[in-house]
């Protein structure tokens, strides 16, 4: 069982910044980050390939930056510009070779 630790996020006014970064105890074809606001479903925010492909939502494009650090299998996501709808549990998302894991998730909350 792969085990992921995250770190970053918490309370921010709205055009802030915040990093958020994920550690996998194993290596991972893909990671990234989902996030789910109160009555929604989780959704993809960012993910990036071992080969260094990156998918982004819409909604974060030009705001958002994931990067990854292969030979440590960390994943970071670096957020600017941060609005209320940014306002969510992120959590980490690890896929490799049909295990997909979770990590428990970080609150990310902005104020208006």
């Known amino acids: 069982q792969v085990r992921l630790v995250e770190s970053g996020g918490g309370l921010v006014q709205a055009g802030g910044s915040l990093r958020l970064s994920c550690a996998a105890s194993g290596v991972a074809f893909i990671m990234g980050w989902y996030r789910q606001a109160p009555g929604k479903q989780r959704d993809l925010v960012a993910t990036?390939?071992?080969?260094?492909?990156?998918d982004y939502a819409n909604s974060v494009k030009g705001r958002f930056t994931i990067s990854r650090d292969g030979p440590k299998n960390t994943v970071v996501l670096q957020m600017s510009s941060l609005q209320p709808e940014d306002t969510a549990v992120y959590y980490c998302y690890f896929y490799n070779l049909g295990q997909t894991s979770w990590g428990q998730g970080t609150q990310v909350t902005v104020s208006s």
């Open positions: 990036i390939t071992v080969h260094g492909t990156t």
